[in-house]
T-cell receptor, first 113, second 114 residues
Framework: GNSVTQMEGPVTLSEEAFLTINCTYT??????LFWYVQYPGEGLQLLLK?????DKGSNKGFEATYRKETTSFHLEKGSVQVSDSAVYFC????????????FGEGTQLTVNP | DGGITQSPKYLFRKEGQNVTLSCEQN?????MYWYRQDPGQGLRLIYY???????QKGDIAEGYSVSREKKESFPLTVTSAQKNPTAFYLC?????????????FGPGTRLTVL
C-alpha cells in the first residue's frame, strides 16, 4: 500500500541555519507529492507540491524536488527563521485514489533566535 | 472570506457520550474529509465525501459516523464505540474528487473525553 516516511523529530536549529527534512514514499505509479505546514494550534496549510518526476516545488524559501529514482521528496530551506517553527508533513496522492492523501508522521521544527 | 470553520475549538465530554463535531465550508467545494491527529502519528483519514449524499470510510472509521446532506456541511459524530476518542480532529475540503487539487484545512477541534 501507500506510505510516507519522514525523518524523526524534533529538529532544533538556530536562526539562519540550513534545513533539510527527509521524506521518502512507497507507492505504485506516479503519485503527486506535497508538503504541508501546521503552526501551533492551527490546521494545515499547503506549503508546496510536485506532480511529476523531477518537478521542483517552491514557496516562501522552501524547496523540494520529486526524485522518482530515490522515491524521495526532501524539504529544504537555506536560512530558517524563528517564524518557521512548526510541524511539517509530507504527503502523497496516488493517481488512482482521487483526492485522498496519505500523510507522514510529521516533523516538529523549532528555530531558536 | 472563504474558508473552513470548525467549532468548537475545544470540546470536553464524558466517557460514553456521543459528540458531534461541526465542519462548514463556503468554498463551494465538492469533496470534504475528516482526519484524526495524534502525537507522533501524523494524520489519519476517518471518512471522506466526494459529493453530497455520498461518503466513504477512510482508514480508521470504526466508532465514527458522518452525514453529507448539504454541500457546505460535513459533521462528524464520535460515538461511544470509539475506544480512544481524545484527539485533535481536522476537517478539510477540496474542489472535487480528482487528483491535482489542494486540500484546504480548518483550524481543528481538540476533543477531550474525561
Amino acid at each position: 500500500g501507500n506510505s510516507v516516511t519522514q525523518m524523526e523529530g524534533p529538529v532544533t536549529l538556530s536562526e539562519e541555519a540550513f534545513l533539510t527534512i527527509n521524506c521518502t514514499y512507497t507507492a505504485t505509479g506516479y503519485p503527486s507529492l506535497f508538503w504541508y505546514v501546521q503552526y501551533p494550534g492551527e490546521g494545515l496549510q499547503l506549503l508546496l507540491k510536485a506532480t511529476k518526476a523531477d518537478d521542483k516545488g517552491s514557496n516562501k524559501g522552501f524547496e523540494a524536488t520529486y526524485r522518482k529514482e530515490t522515491t524521495s521528496f526532501h524539504l529544504e530551506k537555506g536560512s530558517v527563521q524563528v517564524s518557521d517553527s512548526a510541524v511539517y508533513f509530507c504527503a502523497l496522492r496516488r493517481e488512482t485514489s482521487g483526492s485522498r492523501l496519505t500523510f507522514g508522521e510529521g516533523t516538529q521544527l523549532t528555530v531558536n533566535p | 472570506d472563504g474558508g473552513i470553520t470548525q467549532s468548537p475549538k475545544y470540546l470536553f465530554r464524558k466517557e460514553g457520550q456521543n459528540v458531534t463535531l461541526s465542519c462548514e465550508q463556503n468554498l463551494n467545494h465538492d469533496a470534504m474529509y475528516w482526519y484524526r491527529q495524534d502525537p507522533g502519528q501524523g494524520l489519519r483519514l476517518i471518512y471522506y465525501s466526494q459529493i453530497v449524499n455520498d461518503f466513504q470510510k477512510g482508514d480508521i472509521a470504526e466508532g465514527y459516523s458522518v452525514s453529507r446532506e448539504k454541500k457546505e456541511s460535513f459533521p462528524l459524530t464520535v460515538t461511544s464505540a470509539q475506544k480512544n476518542p481524545t484527539a485533535f480532529y481536522l476537517c478539510a475540503s477540496s474542489i472535487d474528487r480528482y487528483s491535482g487539487n489542494e486540500q484546504f484545512f480548518g483550524p481543528g477541534t481538540r476533543l477531550t473525553v474525561l
